[in-house]
């Protein structure tokens, strides 16, 4: 590496040799720049023999079992969790190991095979026992229930059977009893059978406190049924033709506001059945869905020559969507509890009414504001047509002022567009806290029905 001349004047450069005490000093320069390169790579990568081979595993090992061992901690508390969660819930299997557990109990939930295998339409293999999911936590009722002479009689014990039914038992299991049967004497043809009563010996008085009609007449059920047994002398005869104050709508009139005709209709908690009496003399059906509470109820409507439907309101209605004409509520609808109860009760009511269908809300008690609020909050979600509100004021047998809530209302004709701009709507008014003027009086004034004004100012304004 010797020194370098420029020589400017003749335009050339010209290199001096090298001296061997220059050569030298570069050579030295290059083997040291080797070996520390060589040192500082076998540093980097050398690690002791006993650390490689003896301490890494252990590491390794050591944080795989502490993984394990936690991963296996969090599948057991979800596992506890589960279990937590179907007892509170009732979803709890029923244990047929236990000793006390009739045989024909086993034999109804045992499952069927199908005899010639899979079913191409459905997929299903076997045939299983419908039972209510609530069952396993009345065990020793439904134990009870089940404990019977296979071809013989079955116990009288009709109001078991409803006292499983009220705890969630519902569908309660099928037996292979025959069910006791009193002679039905007496009975009236259609339709004057409507209007009078029969022999008090044709219906079941076991379970119940009062052993005759008299008996029932002279207290108050419910707060739609007081004195609803006498429909020969009583107020029932006049029920939905002669009006005691505002909240109570006349039959005719309501039947007026029916968009294609009333034929077919669900009363729900019907009391005596003088509603679907009523109907049937204006040549409409009405199926009337109750439980036997204080009263032989079904019995007594079927004397009537209508049909009685024996239904919890916890259990979906058995009906197929959209068949109802029309729907008739009055205090049954009060179900009691969360809030979330009401509203899979109104979805279902809404799931079996027909499109253009009425919903019949009569004299519906509010115990307080807040369950007023609540019920009209609930009622606008649906974007039923109000043809008829009325909320009003009655004086109960103490004094005391109770308000009252009668409407009928009808169902829209539901399409998508409906929905997305209802979202458009609620996303607008969790921004700015108003709805504005999306929802006007439009296809008949009915709430959750957007105007084409106000949605084209919302789409604007996104």
């Not at 506001?257 to 034929?263: F, P, Q, T, V």
């Not at 908690?269 to 009337?288: I, L, Q």
């Not at 009325?390 to 109960?396: A, C, D, L, M, T």
Request: glycine share 10%; net charge positive; charged share 25%.
């Amino acid at each position: 590496m010797g020194s370098v001349s420029l020589k400017i004047g003749d335009g050339t450069a010209r290199f001096k040799r090298a001296s061997v005490c220059s050569s030298a000093v570069n050579l030295l320069m290059l083997f040291s720049v080797i070996i520390t390169n060589l040192f500082a790579f076998y540093a980097f990568t050398y690690s002791p023999k006993e650390l490689h081979h003896h301490h890494k595993p252990k590491d390794i090992s050591l944080i795989s079992e502490k993984v394990s061992l936690i991963l296996r901690e969090i599948e057991s508390s979800k596992k506890k969790l589960a279990q937590m969660e179907k007892e509170l819930l009732g979803y709890e299997t029923i244990d047929l190991s236990k000793p006390n557990i009739p045989n024909e109990l086993k034999i109804f939930l045992d499952h069927h095979e199908l005899p010639l295998g899979k079913d191409s339409r459905t997929g299903i293999t076997e045939m299983v026992a419908s039972v209510g999911h609530s069952c396993g936590k009345s065990g020793d009722l439904l134990s009870q229930y089940m404990n019977y002479k296979v071809n013989g009689l079955c116990p009288d014990d009709w109001s078991l059977g409803q006292n499983l039914i009220l705890r969630g038992c519902d569908p309660l299991p099928r037996r292979r009893c025959f069910a006791k049967t009193i002679p039905k004497v007496d009975l009236q043809s259609f339709p004057s059978s409507l209007w009078k009563n029969v022999s008090e010996k044709i219906y079941s008085w076991s379970g119940i406190g009062c052993k005759n009609l008299a008996c029932l007449n002279s207290k108050k059920l419910n707060r739609d049924c007081a004195g609803c047994f006498d429909i020969v002398n009583g107020y029932e005869t006049q029920r939905y033709v002669k009006t005691r104050g505002k909240n109570d709508f006349l039959i005719d009139d309501v039947l007026a506001m029916g968009s294609g005709g009333i034929r077919v209709g669900f009363d729900i908690g019907g009391g005596s059945g003088t509603f679907a009496a009523r109907m049937a003399e204006r040549n409409v059906t009405v199926v009337t869905g109750t439980l036997n509470i204080d009263a032989p109820i079904n019995e007594f409507i079927a004397a009537r020559g209508l049909f009685p439907l024996y239904l919890s309101l916890d259990h979906r209605f058995p009906f197929y969507d959209n068949v109802f004409d029309l729907v008739h509520a009055g205090n049954g609808l009060d179900v009691g509890g969360r809030p979330e109860k009401l509203e899979f009760l109104m979805f279902d009511i809404d799931r079996i009414l027909r499109a253009g269908g009425l919903f019949w809300l009569d004299n519906f008690y509010c115990s307080n504001e807040d369950k007023k609020k609540d019920l009209t909050r609930l009622i606008e979600r649906f974007g039923y047509k109000k043809l008829k509100w009325v909320v009003g004021e009655k004086i109960n047998g103490s004094g005391k002022s109770e308000v009252y809530l009668s409407a009928v209302l009808q169902k829209p004709h539901r399409y998508l567009g409906n929905f997305w701009a209802k979202g458009i709507a609620e996303e607008r008014q969790g921004e700015d806290g108003e709805e504005g003027e999306m929802y006007g009086e439009t296809l008949g004034g009915g709430a959750g029905v957007p105007s084409c004004q106000g949605l084209r100012k919302k789409i604007t304004n996104l």
